[in-house]
């Protein structure tokens, strides 16, 4: 995962353009190739109280100094050019310049990232340092940019099918328009590549797994405007991913009533991580802004490591390859599956006898009773076994991980001793 | 107000007779004139489990010692005698006059404030240091007072109508049948006669508000007993004002079940008030009693300063004018004008946008990304916006009181952003 | 009862046999005799999930060491033989008899209590430090027991009746097929008879109770099989005892929802008990495994002094007549009389009157007003009268015990000022 993050870094993306097509192309073949589907939109397209943006197009900007110095050269570093700037090519006085100019005064050695979106303006970004170095006199300003009013916004996705004949899907939802930065937001891009490659070898999957890597904000209402009523149909739970590619404990950004199923496995699994901590919807920041919308209301939450905004590195220059790390990532990942896990093996069962069944003599308990003994873990889970409770509500009664539980349902699927619910009658005595 | 509490200070009040009927008189001029509606109700008059009693007229009342020393005189201090006393002329033993006295051994230096309304008894009402200085020999007592059983009991109310078409209404109520002690009960009517005249120069009422100036119990009885139909269908929100004129925290009485509207915006609006105490039914004291009994069931809280009966002045002569203060008034009807611009502003709206609307295009937000910036409080207004949530609870999510968000609601409802609940329709796509 | 346990101590119990049936022989004699109704059903009879076992006899058993010592011996102590174990009369080598000893290494100088039920075993349980001393060589072992196919299992019940026309049921059960053990479980049969006697004796019962003594599990499995839907439909509350006789703290192990009646009002009773314990339904233990297994659902709850196994002395010789008191017993019993007070005294009622009785033309109140008085408990309890409050919810508000409203209860019915829930219409105006 670190190597497909490096190979990403170095590359200028925006909300539209060739560095997000570049960039997607790059994620498909780390999948294998031919796996995501990717589509465009016009810009100038209505999407909901928004309009798509024209595509931009970024070659080369810079600066040279009254003492002819290059100075916030885009190939040095691309965020050295306001995200999305228009193009200019002019001499202006320093005071001029310094209305075009984006610094952060408290973090001297970062170069900031900075956008424009929706206003047209154009624009360098630059450390603190060096900015109050910059002398009177003469600067050439020169950003070769261009706007294309007939140009497109892209983003891919990816549907996972059910193995099962469900319709439910799981979505793992990405943004991918950040230039050069590693944990915001490589970090949810390269694990939600890893996490699909590894759904599409499983040879069991009871959900369809809905991925989309897509432009921050825009992407996701372009996408929620052509799929909203899907979506609202048959989403059983939604993961947006962001900023999980440092060390720190997990962050996770329930939804607006803290009360749906993608909270519940989210919080169940996240519940026992060292340090972790749990934030309203209130502290949200990326996609699921859009994905719990009021009339969207879909069942997404955040998962993160340090929540965006809450490290200091948070979109500047500092954001770089060290800031990430394989095992970071990995773990990221191993948490993820998880997750997946534990959703794979929800489900509602009802005990099939009447009081206890006899355990013994299905040799899945001891026959010989020594004073205290622990009861089986079979016999607390069939204890609540009603119907009612799901595999997660008893799991975490059982201070486990609902996965940890998946042989032993099995074994007590295999002696028919309890069934699913939608085998479940409302009168148990027939 | 402290003005209109010295003025009303003197006068001798019960639950019945001339000087309940002043004192209304002096609150309506306060208010203008001609505000108020006093009305009356015969002695006798059956009223749900109780029965109206008899107008009670007092002149004078004291007492000649052996000594011929002129104690315990009405004229000194009306608390002297026990309220709604039976007339006396007589010469009596000291150990016969013990059984008519009252006072307080654990506060000496105070004339305590008792009353016998629905037995008829004589009786005096002395400082306990004053008590045990009696000698031996005959005492003349001499109450004059009368009970008129054709009499009437007065109370008085005022409804200020809404500038809507809303029949709801809030409800202020409060008791004026103590004589001459400050904080209870001159504190509530002052400040309510105060909240009245604000209220009526108010341009916009959302609710109508009903003032209720009525002696304690038997008065609410009495009103409950007239309108009780009127209030059940009616009343949003109500509050007995009770021991308001001190300087020390709030107390809010709750309603029996804690989860009307106003135990929501009374806890709302004190929650964050220094030291702020919440007490349960189990608490409460005055007219609450009533408005909140089973079969009653208003949505009635008390709001307090120091609870009645948690200081040591209460239903003393020591609850003076010297136990109040201008300051305290005024920062209480603060407190209800918070509480009432609360109400006033709660709403239930409903977003109108699917996904977050472009609020930069409306000057409602900055176009500008820089790194880390909060969200501006509109885009977190709406992202509760649901058509469920009041104002109430989103204000407190967001730690702010709900009057507050008046103006962005106002700017919200002028760019369409917001509906309020009565133009939700069930199917939000429609 | 400390008498009655010790009358049952010696005799060798086990879910089947003859000294079962002495037993509940002499439960029914401390009870007055022909009381108990004693039942019984074939072995191999089909019940759920599981058969009823053959019937045990068992006579005699003992080793002799190569030394010519009795060990183990039956009659000294019937824990030493594997409670239900096969016959055996043979001569084997040292290693060959390790096979079939039981000891607890931690424990050195108990005899453990170890049974096995549904597979066919021959083994003795023995003191650690004995066991240890044994040598090489060869030992004589001798059972005489039996297993007979055709036998019986056996149980009892008892229903006091209602006084009242109601056909809701009060369950008490109890299990009693442990051999010379005291606290596990002479306490909880011991305690229940008595309470049966308690019961019998009382003039008035608003509710039906029903006793059971029966081997835990497999007879609980059987009184369900024969009464599943008469229990289901009429169990208000019911109350498994065990453990019952030390004098450690109570504790209550509640149902898988912890919202019946039975949790509310054990929890009612208990909760000011000095180190009162609450356990879920995951430390369960006794019969409450299958009253509360889903499909069975019964609100039945646990009571203990100590649970079941957190105490050394569970399951060994060392749980015997000195670990259990007349006192602790006699303690017990009143808890468990309290319950039933405070179950009989439950009732949701209605107030009559519109705001509050005038309590004072009753004699229920005092009718001079002297300052600050705690208000009458009657007006407290009043106040919470709403028709959906039952007293045990009241009580809990009131924080005292719902049995002493009692008095109050019939004062207020006496004086019509509430009414039970069974005459409350749904339009209190009429």
Redesign the interface.
Known sequence: MYELACELFPICRSITGAGFRQSLKILDEAMGGGILKIHSIASGSKV???EVPAEWEINDAYIITPDGEKICDFKQNNLHVLNYSEGIDDEISLDELQEHL?S?ENYPDAI????????R?WGFCIKHEDRVKLKEGKYKVFIDAKHHENGVLNYADLLIPSTQKIKDEILISTYLCHPSMANNELSGPVVAAFLAKWLLELKERKYNYRFIFAPE?IG??VY??KH?KHLQKHTKAGFALSCIGDDNAYSLIQT?NENTLADKVALHTLKDKNNFKKF???D?GGNE??F??????LPVVCVCRTRF?DYKE???SKDDLSFISQTSLQNSFQTLQEIIMNLEVNEIY??T??????L??RDLYH??????TKKPIS??F??????KNDVLDIAS??NIQAYELKDLIEKLKFHRLVKPSEEIHDN?HQ
């Open positions: 909901f109280d928004w984006y952060i900031p990232y900075v956008t424009s979106y929706y206003k303006r904000t996701s209402i929620l405007n909203l607006p309203s919807f209130l949200r802004r859009q719990c919308s009021p009339l969207v209301n905004g948070y979109h500047t009802q005990i006898t009447f009081c206890e069944p006899n013994g003599k026959t010989l009773n020594q004073g205290v016999a607390d069939l204890a609540f076994c009603d119907g009664k059982l148990p």
